[in-house]
């Protein structure tokens, strides 16, 4: 892949992808690690503001359109018809410490797997899941850690990425 640290945070809607991850990242900025955070959605985004001089610019055609204002910047990148691969996505980082992953459960790269005993669903654990993050025990011989313990997580990612 690329020499950045990647972890994916993967599981079923609802399993609590999204609150995890806001935890850990705050724990890991709070440790003084430059944190990248990369979601996968299955619904079309749209960031740009349609009207804006930006909007207008993309969509007379322009591939890559860069908004920028003092505080930050979004690159919007057009991919019509070629969905963007993984790898990809993970080289537009920069500086970072950590890259966090949400999402992309098929993918080939080291994941924590999110399961709650509410949502009903069968297990989901492939040969590149290091963990579970549960809200219960589990019949499994991967490590599972408490869902509700952030920290525990952190420390684990930590352990994991950093063993060297």
Same mark, same amino acid.
């Not at 505080?71 to 018809?81: G, L, Q």
């Not at 963990?131 to 025990?137: C, I, L, Q």
């Given at each position: ?72 910047? /979004? %690159?919007?990148?057009?991919? +019509? ?8 996505? =993970? *080289? @537009?980082?920069?500086? !970072? ?33 290091? /963990? %579970?993050?549960?809200?219960? +025990? ?8 408490? =869902? *509700? @313990?952030?920290?525990? !997580? ?11």
């Amino acid at each position: 892949m690329n020499k950045q640290k990647i972890i994916g945070i993967s599981g079923y809607s609802g399993s609590g992808k999204t609150t995890l991850l806001k935890k850990i990242i705050t724990l890991l900025v709070e440790q003084n690690f430059k944190v990248g955070s990369l979601k996968h959605t299955h619904h079309d985004i749209e960031v740009d503001i349609p009207g804006k001089d930006s909007y207008q610019l993309r969509k007379a055609g322009s591939l890559q359109t860069i908004v920028a204002c003092d505080e930050r910047y /979004a %690159v919007i990148c057009e991919t +019509p018809n070629k969905p963007t691969d993984l790898i990809t996505l =993970i *080289n @537009q980082f920069n500086d !970072i410490d950590i890259i966090l992953i949400e999402g992309f459960k098929h993918e080939k790269i080291p994941k924590i797997i999110c399961h709650r005993k509410a949502n009903k669903k069968a297990l989901y654990i492939d040969e590149f899941t290091i /963990a %579970v993050a549960s809200d219960g +025990p589990l019949e499994t011989s991967l490590p599972v850690l408490d =869902i *509700n @313990q952030p920290i525990q !997580i952190v420390e684990f990612i930590k352990s994991y990425l950093f063993k060297q």
